[in-house]
């Protein structure tokens, strides 16, 4: 009986020191659906966010806040400060020794999307260099285009994916390098014709995670991931994932 209350009165420390752990960390996020985005409230929602909800609950955290920023601005912030969580961030072979992770959210496939008013097909990633590419700034896109070689002074940063696609039709930038989700995303967003896009080239697909900043600590990410482990494989996450990512 002695041993069975000192276990218990053991785990109750482990999941309190965790509740502390969490309830310290700065929770950000950007414009990406289905993952997260601003409801009609103007309050963070997605698949992301939601499941951000269940690792909470599973770790015994109280809810806590979730700011949404410009990617760049998000970027920036979890690589200065030593408590931020920002999501959902693809796990790039350039980003993978700068932060901690907890995976998997989901996957991501990276485009190059042209305009029908300069219709585009790339055959090889060399054929990237011949081409203006619009990116949003600190983007999974922008670092995959300079990871396979791309001239920097050819991508053309935009500080949100809108205006890298208001670009692209205007004829500033000849394609637009962003994950196909967001992208075609934007397109409905702005009421464009979805037939005007075509893809002209495949990027990549990439993991999408919870990153932290560098400085927290190794045991709360680990406590992180195994709740997000228990969450994944909940009923309630799969009834998530048949909201946000309905089968076709």
Same mark, same amino acid.
């Given at each position: 009986m002695r041993i069975r209350l000192c276990c218990c009165l053991l785990l109750m420390s482990?999941?309190? $020191?965790? %509740?502390? *752990?969490?309830?310290?960390?700065?929770?950000? $996020?950007?414009?990406? &659906? &289905?993952?997260?985005f601003s409801n009609e409230a103007g309050q963070p929602t997605g698949l992301a966010v939601d499941l951000l909800q269940l690792i909470w609950q599973r770790s015994g955290t109280p809810a806590q806040a979730v700011r949404i920023l410009p990617w760049a601005r998000g970027y920036y912030?979890?690589?200065?400060? &030593?408590?931020? +969580?920002?999501? #959902?961030?693809?796990?790039?072979? $350039?980003?993978? %020794?700068?932060?901690?992770?907890a995976c998997p /959210? *989901?996957? #991501?496939?990276? !485009?190059?999307?042209?305009?029908?008013?300069?219709? +585009?097909?790339? *055959?090889?990633?060399?054929?990237?260099?011949?081409?203006? !590419?619009?990116? +949003?700034?600190?983007?999974?896109?922008?670092?995959?285009?300079?990871?396979? *070689?791309?001239?920097? $002074?050819? !991508? /053309? &940063?935009?500080?949100?994916? #809108?205006?890298?696609l208001r670009m692209l039709v205007s004829g500033r930038a000849d394609l637009l390098a962003t994950s196909k989700l967001a992208g075609y995303d934007a397109i409905k967003a702005l009421q464009l014709n979805a037939d005007d896009f075509t893809v002209a080239f495949v990027l990549d697909a990439e993991e999408l995670c919870y990153a932290f900043s560098r400085?927290?600590?190794?045991?709360?990410?680990?406590?992180?991931?195994?709740?997000?482990?228990?969450?994944?494989?909940?009923?309630?996450?799969?009834?998530l994932r048949q909201r946000y990512l309905p089968a076709p």
């Open positions: 482990c999941l309190g $020191t965790a %509740h502390a *752990g969490l309830t310290k960390l700065e929770y950000l $996020t950007e414009e990406y &659906p &289905p993952y997260n912030l979890l690589t200065q400060k &030593p408590n931020v +969580v920002l999501f #959902s961030t693809a796990r790039t072979e $350039t980003r993978s %020794h700068l932060f901690k992770w /959210i *989901g996957y #991501s496939e990276y !485009i190059l999307l042209a305009h029908k008013s300069k219709p +585009v097909q790339l *055959g090889a990633v060399e054929q990237m260099n011949d081409y203006r !590419i619009s990116a +949003v700034r600190a983007d999974t896109a922008e670092q995959l285009l300079l990871n396979r *070689g791309m001239d920097e $002074t050819r !991508i /053309i &940063p935009a500080n949100r994916l #809108s205006q890298a400085q927290v600590d190794d045991d709360l990410v680990k406590q992180f991931q195994r709740a997000m482990t228990q969450a994944l494989a909940s009923p309630e996450y799969q009834a």
